[in-house]
C-alpha cells in the first residue's frame, strides 16, 4: 500500500508541497472504464487507468472480464492485437492465452507455465451500458445501483462526457464539487436552500439539498447524493416534477487525464429521449464550467472556513482513503 498523507486540509502547509501530493495509483474505489457498446463479443480494448493500464474484454459466454494489460512473458500490451479465444485472452506476440482468474492457460512453445506468470483479475461488473473495475484486490464496497429500476418503467442513457479539455486533476477533486456549496452559486448560479451530510461507513456518505437551478433548468431540482469511494456519485431526485436519477463517476485515465461517465435514468414516456438530451448537454455545461478551475488550482495552502465544513470533511476522507498502485496489484496476483 503507498505512503499516505495525514495532515488537516484545513491547516496550511508549508514548503510548497501539497498534503495532497498522494503519490503515484488511485484510490481503491469502481471505476467506469468503458461503454459496454465499445466492447462487443470478441472484441478487446484497453484502457489506462491509474499508474497502469487494463485490457477489457468479452468472452463468448458474453460475461466482461477485465485484468493488467501487459503480457508476463515480454510485456506486450495485449490490447493491441490480443485476441478472445473462447472466454480467454491471447497474446498477439508468441500466443500465451489467459483466463479467468488471470492465469495463464497456455504456452504453445511447449515450455510449462511458471506460476509467476498471471495477470491481475479486476473485479468487472456491467450495469446500464457502463463497464466498471475495482481498482484494487478486493472491492471494499458493492457498485453503486438502483435495485428498483424496472425496465418497463425506466429509460437509462450511459455515456462519457464531453469535456472541452483534458481534466488533469485526480477524481477525489472532482468530487469536492458536491460538498463544496458554496462554489455551486458562485461558480454554476445554482443556490442551495438547505443541505445535510450523513457518513454511512468509511466509503460512503449522504448528502442531501435543495437547489433553485437558474437559467441550467427549469424547476427546482431536489438532490439526495450519495458518494460512493471518492469517485462516484449516486441521485436520485426528480427536476421539473420529472424522475431524474443518476450515477456519475470519474476515472483516473494516465495520458488522457481524468474522464468522467454518467448514467442518467428517466421515466418510459413521453419526451425521455428529449429529457436525457437536455441533462446530458446540462452536465456537460456544468463540468465544463469546472474544468478550468480545476485544472489549475495550487493545493499546497488551503483557508477553509467553517461554511466548508462539509468540504474538508470530505478533503480528510480522501486522505486516509486506501490507495493502491497497479505494480502493486500485479504482484499480489503472482503471490496468489
Ligand atoms: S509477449 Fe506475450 S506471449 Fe510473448
Ligand atoms: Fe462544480
Known sequence: MAARATADPAESTSGGRSIFDLGPGAHECWYPVALSADVPKGKVVGRDIADGRVVVYRGEDGVIRAMSAYCKHMGADLSVGGEVVGNDIRCPFHHWSYGDGGDCKHIPAGDEIPKRAKLFEFAAREQFGLIWVFFGKTPLYELQTFEDFDETKHVARSFEVQLN???????????TNVYDIAHLRSLHGINIVHSEVEEIDPYRSRMSWDADLGDKGTGGLRMEIYVYGVNSLRNKGEQGGRLKWYIGASVPSARHGTKFFMTVITTNE????????????????????????????RLDELLLLPSDRALSRFMRSVLKYPRVTMKELERTAKMD
Request: charged letters at 25%; a negative charge.
Open 165 to 175: 479539455d483534458k481534466l488533469n486533476c485526480e477524481p477525489w477533486m472532482f468530487t
Open 270 to 297: 413521453e419526451g425521455a429521449e428529449e429529457f436525457l438530451d437536455r441533462q446530458a448537454a446540462m452536465h456537460a455545461q456544468i463540468m465544463n464550467e469546472d474544468l478550468p478551475v480545476l485544472n489549475n488550482m
